[in-house]
């Protein structure tokens, strides 16, 4: 079974220059998460889908920030413009359901952004 | 003050020694708790997940839980060069689908 995909693996950007992240999850799953990794800490939630509507996005800074995931099957996370504290592993994760003990989310090997 | 607290190591010891590694939480609604193995430019990977309080074994792995204490444990026995990795902690309450993590232990493996 293939697991999340996540596409580019790294990007090289400048500051003020628009970036995109595409993430295609487990077949079947119904749940997308969209996390940011700042070196050495663990991961945080941006947004969370269910199926193709976002139910709890509280953390994406909407100012710059913006996701979608239509049909409710692949996701793409965009940041524009990019500043320098954008530099992230930006990652993206998939269950089958949310909330109850079968929430378990598998994640992808996520998109190295650095910002110069 | 955070709401999981994990110390970053690194941690470094030789082959075959058991590895313990632990965190403290302050929300006491949590009541899933995972731990995660992060290798370099790799996603994290689940190792274990519990729900509760207790112990559970998986091969060379156990995860132990203590609510009453808001502390849960990783050990590793037999320590492999393979197990080098970053070590995440990890939890939720039983409702809601947000994890939050620690900021993850580096476990080195000295062959």
């Known amino acids: 079974e293939a697991g999340v995909v996540q596409s580019p693996r790294y990007k090289i950007i400048e500051k003020k220059q628009p970036v995109a992240f595409w993430c295609n999850p487990i077949s079947g799953h119904n749940t997308l998460y969209w996390y940011r990794q700042n070196l050495g800490q663990g991961p945080e939630l941006l947004i969370r889908y269910e199926n193709e509507e976002a139910v709890d996005d509280s953390q994406l800074p909407k100012d710059r920030f913006s996701a979608e995931r239509l049909k409710g099957v692949d996701s793409t996370l965009k940041i524009q413009p990019a500043e320098l504290g954008d530099s992230a592993v930006y990652l993206c994760?998939?269950?089958?359901?949310?909330?109850?003990?079968?929430?378990?989310?598998?994640f992808g090997p996520g998109t190295r952004l650095t910002v110069l | 003050q955070k709401e999981v607290e994990q110390d970053p190591g690194p941690l470094s010891v030789p082959e075959g020694a058991i590895v313990s590694l632990n965190c403290t939480y302050s929300?006491?609604?949590?009541?899933?708790f995972m731990w995660y193995r992060q290798y370099s430019r790799k996603g994290p990977e689940l190792l274990m997940y519990t729900y509760s309080s207790g112990n559970k074994e998986d091969g060379r792995f156990t995860a132990q839980v203590d609510k009453s204490s808001k502390y849960i444990s990783l050990f590793i026995r037999d320590s492999q060069p393979s197990d080098s990795a970053t070590y995440l902690c990890a939890m939720r309450n039983s409702s809601a689908s947000k994890i939050i993590f620690g900021s993850g232990t580096r476990l080195s493996i000295r062959p």
């Open positions: 929300n006491s609604a949590f009541q899933y």
């Open positions: 994760a998939s269950s089958l359901e949310a909330g109850g003990p079968s929430d378990t989310q598998y």
